[in-house]
T-cell receptor
């Protein structure tokens, strides 16, 4: 059974802290994605990676960075957390080869920045 | 800019009644459309997808979606809903690259 796991379900951090969100997939997928989900806005793409060590900015990259040193792991980093980064963060992976391939999602991390 | 519009933010419906969740996508040369479902406290999972060919796409749990090119719509329907269908539903579009555009979501609330 395919699986995408995220390191925490709930996380509470303080303004200015550095925050790491980890995502691991066991499907040998090339593509990985980080989204944030906010009520009424759906999912917005923060960053994606089409292969190991490769990364591209999504629609809302400001205040975030990513790291992909191994194929199975894609990390999202908030260099200095701010209250407007309080949100649900979803990681997803997808096999390469075409836009018709579905994405597989992790359960999400609900981050609260105080 | 590409966009996906879900016309209803919330849809309350009684159990065993029919339901339609509406979605309009951006016209493009290549269109790949998806419906994802998110149950409470879970990530998204694929419900069904349209690639090409038949305009009617069915899922294993009774949902179906109809691709309408002239109206740029991909509405999701189910003839008889269950309490367990209560969830948030997202329509999504990929036009050939890495990015998938998601709609804002529709919360389906099934009442007994």
């Amino acid at each position: 059974d395919v699986k995408v796991t995220q390191s925490s379900r709930y996380l509470v951090k303080r303004t200015g802290e550095k925050v790491f969100l980890e995502c691991v997939q066991d499907m040998d997928h090339e593509n990985m994605f980080w989204y944030r989900q906010d009520p009424g806005l759906g999912l917005r793409l923060i960053y994606f990676s089409y292969d190991v060590k490769m990364k591209e900015k999504g629609d809302i990259p400001e205040g975030y960075s990513v790291s992909r040193e191994k194929k199975e792991r894609f990390s999202l980093i908030l260099e200095s957390a701010s209250t407007n980064q309080t949100s649900m963060y979803l990681c997803a992976s997808r096999i390469a080869g075409g836009p018709n391939n579905e994405q597989f999602f992790g359960p999400g991390t609900r981050l609260t920045v105080l | 800019a590409q966009s996906v519009t879900q016309l209803d933010s919330q849809v309350p419906v009684f159990e065993e009644a029919p339901v339609e969740l509406r979605c309009n996508y951006s016209s493009s040369v290549s269109v790949y459309l998806f419906w994802y479902v998110q149950y409470p406290n879970q990530g998204l999972q694929l419900l069904l997808k349209y690639l090409s060919g038949s305009t009617l796409v069915e899922s294993i749990n009774g949902f179906e979606a109809e691709f309408n090119k002239s109206q740029t719509s991909f509405h999701l329907r189910k003839p008889s809903v269950h309490i367990s269908d209560t969830a948030e539903y997202f329509c999504a579009q990929n036009t050939g690259g890495f990015k998938t555009i998601f709609g804002a979501g529709t919360r389906l609330f099934v009442k007994a």
